[in-house]
């Protein structure tokens, strides 16, 4: 499953202070190693938001562009944002491989919106509103949407009920537990993240802070997943390295070493080098900007 993360933050007289070595050397690893969102998030969103090619995205906190680049063909323009220069760098990557042209990256934090980015029909958020002054970043994105235009925020479905009609794993599910275990022996008990600990983020409770901003009509819908996706011993280390609190740069001179145990914990636990997981469902929750 995809684990949910928070931001270190460090409190400053300006608010929120962006960690830049939280995702350090995270990037490469990030589209391997995550697990995609389920497959028909794009239908949903299009359907929900009336999208028909001629308004403009901004996805912030867009990481290497998964959500961005999906929706790309059903935008005049998508404008990703995200505070790490690697993982704007490898969304501009993904876009040439991809031969997406309607796309601008930008390296900026939440905290600093608008940045003269422009007017958009759709803001999204996909698992990095916890990140940021969720106040402060609402009201801001409050002013960046044309009227009635909406504020998406999604996730992977928590704690969803269990399906016995799942077709049955073909291979052993990764090793979390065990993987969480072998980085506590090389990084300590207490979980790291850049320069120190990794700490709650803000709350949750999206639903009030965007309500006493501004942001109404709210809608929630659930898309279905459940496919069997089948990772390899490869996919599981680009996972591990992918994550702030096991990022590379955490691990010093011993990366190599740790990387060396990870493999060999692999190997032990399916010998044939198959894991197999079931896809998590996708919630997307959108507010709206009131007409008026």
């Known amino acids: 499953?995809?684990?949910?993360?928070?931001?270190?933050?460090?409190?400053?007289?300006?608010?929120?202070?962006?960690?830049?070595?939280?995702?350090?050397?995270?990037?490469?690893?990030?589209?391997?190693?995550?697990?995609?969102?389920?497959?028909?998030?794009?239908?949903?969103?299009?359907?929900?938001?009336?999208?028909?090619?001629?308004?403009?995205?901004?996805?912030?906190?867009?990481?290497?562009?998964?959500?961005?680049?999906?929706?790309?063909?059903?935008?005049?323009?998508?404008?990703?944002?995200?505070?790490?220069?690697?993982?704007?760098?490898?969304?501009?990557?993904?876009?040439?491989?991809?031969?997406?042209?309607?796309?601008?990256?930008?390296?900026?934090?939440?905290?600093?919106?608008?940045?003269?980015?422009?007017?958009?029909?759709?803001?999204?958020?996909?698992?990095?509103f916890h990140w940021t002054d969720r106040h402060r970043v609402a009201a801001t994105v409050l002013t960046m949407l044309e009227p009635g235009g909406a504020f998406v925020h999604m996730s992977d479905l928590k704690n969803p009920p269990a399906d016995p009609s799942r077709d049955p794993l073909p291979a052993p599910g990764p090793p979390y537990a065990q993987i969480r275990e072998l980085v506590q022996r090389h990084l300590g008990p207490v979980r790291r993240a850049g320069q120190g600990r990794l700490t709650n983020g803000t709350p949750d409770r999206e639903d009030l802070v965007l309500a006493q901003v501004g942001f109404e009509s709210f809608e929630r819908h659930v898309v279905p997943a459940g496919q069997v996706v089948e990772r390899t011993p490869d996919d599981i280390v680009a996972w591990v390295f992918s994550r702030s609190d096991s990022a590379p740069h955490l691990f010093g001179d011993t990366v190599a070493e740790f990387e060396r145990e990870l493999q060999a914990l692999l190997a032990a636990a399916s010998p044939d080098g198959r894991f197999a997981e079931h896809l998590p469902p996708t919630e997307i929750m959108i507010w709206r900007k009131p007409r008026g």
Request: some cysteine.
């Open 1 to 128: 499953m995809r684990h949910r993360e928070v931001m270190r933050w460090t409190t400053v007289t300006d608010g929120w202070q962006w960690d830049s070595t939280l995702f350090q050397g995270a990037a490469a690893y990030y589209e391997r190693g995550r697990l995609p969102y389920a497959p028909g998030f794009i239908d949903t969103l299009v359907a929900a938001l009336g999208l028909d090619g001629t308004s403009r995205l901004l996805d912030v906190g867009c990481g290497p562009g998964t959500v961005a680049l999906a929706m790309a063909p059903h935008f005049a323009e998508i404008v990703g944002v995200d505070p790490d220069p690697d993982m704007v760098a490898e969304a501009e990557r993904q876009a040439g491989l991809r031969g997406v042209s309607n796309s601008r990256w930008v390296v900026a934090r939440a905290e600093d919106l608008p940045a003269q980015l422009g007017v958009f029909r759709v803001v999204a958020f996909a698992q990095s």
